[in-house]
């Protein structure tokens, strides 16, 4: 299985008064073990001031943007975020994502932060933290998406993959 992992870093221009966006990709394979494929950095310009409740139409152009350079297969793609606010059907920047993909791919949310919504059923405990993860997915099964999430590679709460692709997302910061 292909996993495509996402993040996305704006930066503000004082001097243009404008937002751009950094978003960085890999492409990996394996989870305990992870092998990159390929990774992946797109610029965005013009990007929407943040909206309280309305994060995804600003991730959501960042994301596709990147999505949509890809040509290499990919099977499911993890974000930065929830899929679902409430685990199964209010509507989080994943699952407006799924709905905006031309080709539809499992996609299994990271969140690092708990939203009021989510019970503990979407909880991921990694390492030694005391602070889980929330875990939410579209086209692939919860109780997988967890397992995957709790097993990829990494000793930490955040999974190896994930604290990449933030690194990548950060260099040209």
């Given at each position: 299985?292909?996993f495509l992992?996402l993040?996305?870093h704006?930066?503000e ?8 966006a950094?978003v960085?990709?890999i ?6 073990q992870s ?29 596709l ?7 290499e297969p990919f099977?499911v ?8 606010l409430?685990g199964?059907?209010?509507?989080g920047?994943?699952?407006?994502l799924y709905?905006?993909?031309?080709n539809?791919?499992p996609i299994?949310?990271?969140a690092?932060?708990h939203f009021?919504d989510?019970?503990?059923d979407?909880?991921?405990w ?6 889980p993860l929330?875990v939410?997915?579209?086209g692939?099964?919860?109780t997988?998406?967890k397992e ?6 990494g000793?930490h709460?955040i999974?190896?993959?994930?604290a990449?692709?933030d690194k990548l997302?950060r260099?040209?910061?």
């Amino acid at each position: 299985m292909i996993f495509l992992i996402l993040d996305v870093h704006y930066k503000e221009s004082q001097e243009i008064d404008a937002i751009t966006a950094t978003v960085a990709g890999i492409r990996f394979e394996g989870i305990e073990q992870s092998r990159v494929l390929s990774e992946h950095i797109v610029e965005v310009n013009d990007i929407a001031p943040y909206e309280p409740g309305q994060f995804y139409k600003r991730e959501m152009p960042c994301l596709l943007a990147l999505i949509n350079q890809i040509k290499e297969p990919f099977d499911v793609i993890i974000i930065d975020g929830y899929v679902f606010l409430d685990g199964v059907s209010k509507a989080g920047l994943g699952k407006y994502l799924y709905d905006n993909l031309a080709n539809k791919k499992p996609i299994i949310g990271i969140a690092k932060n708990h939203f009021y919504d989510i019970t503990k059923d979407y909880a991921v405990w990694r390492g030694i933290s005391k602070r889980p993860l929330y875990v939410t997915s579209i086209g692939i099964n919860i109780t997988m998406a967890k397992e995957m999430v709790s097993e990829m590679e990494g000793e930490h709460r955040i999974p190896k993959m994930a604290a990449d692709v933030d690194k990548l997302g950060r260099v040209i910061n």
